[in-house]
């Protein structure tokens, strides 16, 4: 990358604020709210990969999640504005790698991050299984992965849970 080039940004996927039912007894966004949203964001994901209501219905293909974690980083109170950026890792045939930031609106301050294995899949027989990628989504992808290759990776994608030993 020349001096002059700046890595392209996250993909902006989906604005929330915190809802009221979201809350816990602690007074903050509770940790499946979390998922909610984060789920919400692929849903717009899905929609900018060529997965949206219409082709699913027209194709039979859709997305599944493999593995899902989370992390929290900051509280979310109720009313609060939230935005999830995509980076997307890594994809192949079948499977993309993504990286979900959560920020409090207007800020790049982070509030939680996801980090989600997904798979294609086509449900054409009655029953699902893993398919490769149609050649739209496949397209989409592949000029997504361009957009964030020069993105700085992560420090804590791929790391998975662990206690820190002294």
């Known amino acids: 990358m020349t001096e002059h080039a700046k890595p392209h940004a996250p993909l902006r996927l989906f604005e929330t604020k915190v809802a009221s039912e979201w809350v816990d007894y602690n007074g903050h966004m ?16 899905m929609d900018r990969v060529g997965l949206d209501a219409s082709a699913r219905r027209r194709t039979g293909h859709s997305l599944f ?21 995509c980076h997307l890792l890594e994809h192949d045939d079948k499977r993309m790698r993504v990286w979900l930031d959560m920020t409090a609106a207007g800020s790049d301050e982070p509030v939680a991050a996801s980090e989600q294995l997904l798979i294609s899949v086509t449900q054409a027989e009655g029953r699902p299984r893993a398919a490769d990628w149609s050649f739209e989504t496949k ?7 361009k957009l964030h290759r020069d993105l700085p990776h992560p420090a804590q994608a791929g790391a998975g849970v662990a206690m820190k030993r002294k």
């Open 65 to 85: 999640t493999l593995q899902m974690m989370l992390h929290y980083f900051k509280e979310a109170k109720e009313g609060d504005a939230l935005l999830v950026s």
């Open 139 to 145: 397209a989409a992808l592949d000029a997504l992965g």
């Open 30 to 45: 509770n940790d499946a709210a979390f998922a909610i949203v984060f789920s919400r964001s692929v849903d717009a994901l």
